[in-house]
Each structure stands twice: as structure tokens, then as C-alpha cells.
Nanobody, 132 residues
């Protein structure tokens, strides 16, 4: 069973930086992480969950408008780690951050596009608090 575990959250001042990591494990075949689509989501109290950034098997990335130029999503396929580098943090970035993954079957195609509802695996989340 695939397991995703986030780390790196905490408190930071406005304008500061933070890097979130998501370690993947439990894959049923070698190379599954590299062939996966993955994403970072966040949810603040009283707000809807939103997809912050995503990355596909061919390293195509997407970002919501509010984080473009400040956040960078990346994958280390050798270590099975998804990262989110966050710079120039703002109070509105405060939220619980989750990583999620779509892992294709062993004989299926590497993931290049996905819908949020296809993300099968989720981590438990890591809290980010940006003080004003």
C-alpha cells in the first residue's frame, strides 16, 4: 500500500521561506514514484481545499495563480520525495498542506494528466503558519 508522509511545516514570518517534503513508500513496483502524478493541496480553516501545485511524470508543473513565482514543486525520483519550496510566504498561505498521488498500474502509461478525483493516495498533512 502506498504511503505518503509530509514534513517540513511549522511557523514562519511573512516573507520567509519553507520547504515541504512528501516521502512516498510502499510502491508495488520499481519506478512507480517516477511514473506518478503528484500534487500539493492546502486547506485553511473555513475554506475549501485547493490544489496549490502539481507535477506529472514528464515533469509538467502547474500552480494556482496566487503562488506563481513564489512556490516551486519538484520530484526526486531517486529518493521518492516530492517537495514544495515556498518563498515570500504570506499570511494567506497559512493552511494544512497535503500531498497526493496518482500511481499508475505497472503496465499502464506513466501519468501525464489527471483530475483531482483520480488522486488515490493522500498524506496526513503538515501545518504551515505564516505570522504577519
Amino acid at each position: 500500500q502506498v504511503r505518503l508522509e509530509e514534513s517540513g511545516g511549522g511557523s514562519v514570518q511573512t516573507g520567509g521561506s519553507q520547504t515541504l517534503s512528501c516521502a512516498g513508500s510502499g510502491y508495488s513496483y520499481s519506478g512507480a514514484f517516477a511514473r506518478s502524478c503528484m500534487a500539493w493541496f492546502r486547506q485553511a480553516p473555513g475554506k475549501e481545499r485547493e490544489r496549490v501545485a502539481s507535477i506529472t511524470a514528464d515533469i509538467t508543473t502547474t500552480y494556482i495563480e496566487s503562488v506563481k513565482g513564489r512556490f516551486t514543486i519538484s520530484k526526486d525520483n531517486g529518493k521518492n520525495i516530492l517537495s514544495l519550496q515556498m518563498n515570500n510566504l504570506k499570511p494567506d498561505d497559512s493552511a494544512m498542506y497535503y500531498c497526493a498521488a496518482l500511481v499508475p498500474s505497472k503496465f499502464g502509461r506513466a501519468c501525464r494528466t489527471f483530475r483531482d478525483e483520480e488522486l488515490t493516495y493522500w498524506g496526513q498533512g503538515t501545518q504551515v503558519a505564516v505570522a504577519s
